[in-house]
């Protein structure tokens, strides 16, 4: 059964950085594409981007918020998914998810690390 | 404000039906036949119940079901169950550009 963990998250300024991290077993990670889902506070979930599997290519895409500070990044040798989050925002608070994404639907998630942007 | 409408709240009594309804456009939920739906109990990860507008991965009693008419997918629970309370989101394909959409969620209370 795929297990997925998120770690990373915490308490970060206004334009500061954070990485999170997703590590995952049960399943055969290389040949998986991952993406990353968030909630704020209060709200709905929102879709942060994916990542191919490498033999698929490897690339990434983003939605459009977090298109040019965040960046999704894989290392099959860890089993582990990255979030880098640069010049963060306020409204870039809430819950992060890692999920594993096979074809049209989201097959497994992790539970999740709260970021908390806030000076 | 969610890209996908959904009732902020539904409920329903033990052994009866209830419906979440998730409204798009034709830009996702009317345009492709990938609309998802996943249950979620705060704290947990969120779990798949349905893909592909209306198919049920094994493991998920099929009490739960999934139909789409337009730009509205629905997720219908019969039986419900006091373990059906939870949050549920729907998600939808949206083209290349805007890849993926979520709805607002819908919390089920089962009275």
């Known amino acids: 059964e795929a297990q997925l963990v998120e770690s990373g998250g915490g308490l970060v300024k206004p334009g500061g950085s954070l990485r999170l991290s997703c590590a995952a077993s049960g399943f055969t990670f290389s040949n998986a594409w991952m993406s990353w889902v968030r909630q704020a506070p209060g709200k709905g979930l929102e879709w942060v981007g994916r990542?191919?599997?490498?033999?698929?290519?490897?690339?990434?895409d983003y939605a459009a918020p977090v298109k040019g500070r965040f960046t999704i990044s894989r290392d099959d040798s860890k089993n582990t998914l990255y979030l880098q989050m640069d010049s963060l925002k306020a409204e870039d608070t809430g819950v992060y998810y890692c999920?594993?994404?096979?074809?049209?639907?989201?097959?497994?998630w992790g539970q999740g690390t709260l970021v908390t942007v806030s000076s | 404000q969610s890209a996908l409408t959904q009732p902020r709240s539904v409920s329903g009594s033990p052994g009866q039906s209830v419906t979440i309804s998730c409204t798009g456009t034709s830009s996702d939920v009317g345009g492709y036949n990938y609309v998802s739906w996943y249950q979620h109990y705060p704290g947990k990860a969120p779990k798949l119940m349905i893909y592909d507008v209306t198919k049920r991965p094994s493991g998920v009693p099929d009490r739960f079901s999934g139909s789409k008419s337009g730009n509205t997918a629905s997720l219908t629970i019969s039986g419900l169950q006091a373990e059906d309370e939870a949050d549920y989101y729907c998600?939808?394909?949206?083209?290349?550009?805007?890849?993926?959409?979520f709805g607002g969620g819908t919390k089920l209370t089962v009275l």
């Open positions: 990542i191919q599997s490498k033999t698929d290519g490897g690339a990434t």
């Open positions: 998600c939808s394909y949206a083209g290349s550009y805007t890849s993926w959409v």
């Open positions: 999920a594993t994404r096979i074809g049209s639907y989201y097959g497994s």
